[in-house]
């Protein structure tokens, strides 16, 4: 069983990554569950999303002890890294996350934001290029998959930007 919390704030498309990376395992086989919770804030409030991926059925829908965090703001590094199993990894954006919280397991510094501004001039799909970056460094689905549930759940007209955001998270 993967545990994976997505978190960050409202905007920064957390929730959307969960579904994409919910939708991947699927396609991979996994039982999967996904769950969301945001503030009552449309932008700005603090959002997570929760991915359970296992090849046995899901007792419980909501991670218990992360095996991956991926945080991209301070404030959703300093709530979540308790949730992060002894072992586990934590990402962060470092543009955001200034200070990481001292944790039993791996940290992965990725400029997740500068890569996504410099692979699409767009900020805003950082959150793929997090897929991206996070499935290379956990291996948690196969790279045909997470391209699939990308292309799938992005606006008509976007997916090439997506792509090339997904291509810079796995290169990173």
């Known amino acids: 069983m993967k545990q994976i919390m997505l978190t960050g704030s409202g905007g920064q498309g957390m929730i959307l990554a969960g579904i994409i990376l919910a939708k991947a395992g699927i396609r991979d086989g996994y039982e999967v569950t996904q769950t969301q919770s945001y503030g009552p ?8 999303a929760e991915v359970i991926l296992d090849v046995e059925p ?5 991670v218990t002890q992360a095996d991956v965090v991926l945080a991209m703001t301070q404030e959703a590094a300093e709530k979540f890294h308790t ?19 001292a944790v039993d397991g791996q940290v992965h510094r990725v400029e997740i934001t500068r890569l996504a501004r410099e692979a699409t001039g767009r900020p805003i799909t950082a ?20 391209v699939d549930a990308v292309l799938e ?15 810079a998270g796995m290169r990173a």
Do not use: Q
Not at 83 to 101: A, C, E, F, Q, S
Not at 133 to 143: F, G, Q, T
Not at 160 to 167: M, Q, T
């Open 58 to 62: 899901i007792d419980f829908p909501k």
């Open 83 to 101: 949730k992060l199993r002894p072992g586990g990894t934590l990402i962060v954006d470092p543009l955001y996350v200034h200070t990481v919280p």
């Open 153 to 167: 759940s992005v606006p008509r007209g976007t997916e090439e930007v997506n792509r090339k955001a997904l291509e």
């Open 127 to 146: 959150n793929i290029v997090a897929l991206g970056a996070l499935n290379r460094i956990c291996r948690l689905v196969s790279d045909e998959a997470l």
């Open 41 to 48: 804030e449309a932008r700005g409030g603090a959002s997570r």
